[in-house]
């Protein structure tokens, strides 16, 4: 199989580069392999997967609905189960935002709801520009695309739309050099006098779009204070305000949302990954002032996935009745606080950072001088080594970040506290072996035990080769 996925499927494809696995079950945070293998899954559907795999809640959803009898497909008509999904979220969001909320069902990507956001406010505003950060991702359709920070995977493509890109505020590299609370301030303060400035070269926009958490960008937190003064600078010049929550809803930062943490209220979210249950599902909510849309201005033919839509509303409500978001804040703050302390003992551990069970792992070179915020280059190859060791171990984590030098952790919200210690141990194992002297120079795989052996180092890099491109929205 893994033969005939690299004659047969685009060059594109990424994740399958990662991990040469064929998955045959899943259960929770375990994947098995059809060689008999057992892994744990601290990818999660790139965060898609908050109840982890076939959750017993997801999984009677799904047959209850397709028992009923009710239709699949019917394109935006209203379902018993679309009014249900939407009653389960507008229940989750905060109260202030879901008070004077409309809801709009975009294709099942969260691109698509990025575009749709967009829309919608040039559409309020007359505007047709729009404010982005470095280090942003916002999925890979033309607007989102133009929205995103990653050079790479903008260059051979044309633009899609004039965006004005603001510094992002990265304490471990701070784009001003400087770090801590005075690079957070400035950060603020170069966005509000840019804005005011009539030779600054910033025509007034659509909108600013962010993330609470860059996922993709390298699992960074903006401080809350910062997302205040985001919310003000924007509110004080009519600009509208989208957060980005594709990857940081439904619990994921220790609250139901990240923009909870701050006490901002946009004026649109973008949702998708973890509200389909595991299965595709987009929306755009957005305050009801700005639903100017003329009929069919934004369709797509699969915005009603009604095995998604009864999905997501039990996830929805598992997640809350269970506390699940609280409890990915506390797990979240041991996994960081242990990672901190493995930092101390390796030295190639140049920052550990996240919120709740969103966490990043910064690997560096100590060896290379440091720059004047104390930060180490990035180190893309000991990443990949590391990896590479992880799934040696049972592990899978993916890359991210500039340079792909971030492990990112993202597991499911109902991680037990055995599997956390057995996620920590391993992967303090695969970062002390790839460091080690000499690594990295064709190791082979250890023995084989069922739930903690993988492909060997070799064979990874073969299904590697060719670079991991970037990831899916």
């Not at 359709?141 to 929205?147: D, N, P, R």
């Not at 009539?198 to 809350?224: F, K, N, T, Y």
Request: charged content about 20%; overall charge neutral.
């Amino acid at each position: 199989m893994l033969r005939r996925q690299r004659v047969r499927e685009s060059a594109a494809r990424t994740y399958a580069r990662s991990f040469p696995i064929v998955p045959v079950r899943a259960n929770g945070m375990t994947v098995e392999g059809a060689d008999g293998r057992r892994y744990l899954d601290c990818l999660s559907g790139a965060g898609t997967l908050a109840l982890g795999h076939n959750h017993p809640v997801v999984l009677e959803a799904i047959r209850r609905t397709l028992d009923s009898g009710a239709p699949l497909h019917l394109l935006d008509l209203a379902t018993a189960e679309k009014d249900d999904f939407t009653s389960a979220l507008f229940e989750s969001l905060p109260a202030e935002f879901a008070a004077r909320a409309r809801v709009h069902f975009c294709g099942p990507a969260g691109t698509d709801a990025v575009e749709a956001a967009l829309k919608l406010m040039q559409t309020a505003t007359g505007r047709s520009g729009a404010l982005a950060f470095t280090g942003g991702y916002h999925g890979m359709t033309a607007g989102a695309l133009a929205l995103t920070g990653n050079v790479a995977v903008k260059e051979p493509l044309p633009s899609g739309g004039e965006v004005a890109r603001l510094p992002y505020p990265y304490g471990y590299r701070c784009p001003f050099g400087v770090g801590g609370e005075a690079g957070t301030g400035l950060a603020a303060t170069y966005v509000e006098r840019l804005l005011d400035d009539p030779s600054g070269g910033v025509v007034p926009p659509a909108a600013m779009v962010l993330e609470a958490v860059q996922g993709e960008g390298g699992v960074v937190p903006a401080p809350d204070g910062w997302l205040r003064d985001m919310r003000r600078i924007t509110a004080d010049r009519g600009i509208p305000l989208i957060v980005d929550e594709v990857q940081t809803g439904v619990g994921r930062t220790g609250a139901m949302w990240a923009v909870e943490h701050s006490g901002i209220v946009p004026d649109a979210m973008v949702l998708s990954k973890a509200i389909g249950g595991s299965l595709p599902l987009a929306v755009v909510v957005y305050r009801e002032d700005y639903d100017g849309w003329q009929p069919g201005a934004h369709t797509g033919t699969f915005r009603g996935n009604t095995l998604a839509m009864a999905a997501g509303a039990a996830t929805l409500r598992y997640v809350a009745a269970h506390g699940l978001a609280e409890r990915a804040g506390a797990v979240g703050d041991r996994m960081a606080a242990r990672l901190r302390e493995l930092a101390a003992e390796l030295p190639v551990i140049g920052d550990v950072r996240g919120r709740g069970l969103m966490l990043g792992i910064e690997l560096v070179d100590p060896s290379a001088p440091a720059d004047t915020c104390g930060a180490h280059p990035a180190d893309p190859a000991l990443a990949v080594r590391v990896r590479e060791a992880c799934l040696e171990r049972g592990l899978i984590v993916e890359l991210g970040g500039r340079h792909d030098a971030v492990l990112r952790l993202l597991p499911p919200l109902t991680i037990t506290d055995e599997q956390v210690t057995a996620v920590l141990d391993r992967l303090a194992e695969a970062i002390a072996a790839a460091s080690a002297p000499g690594a990295g120079r064709g190791t082979a795989a250890p023995g084989a035990g069922r739930g903690t052996a993988a492909p060997g180092a070799q064979a990874v890099a073969a299904a590697t080769a060719g670079g991991a491109g970037r990831k899916e929205r």
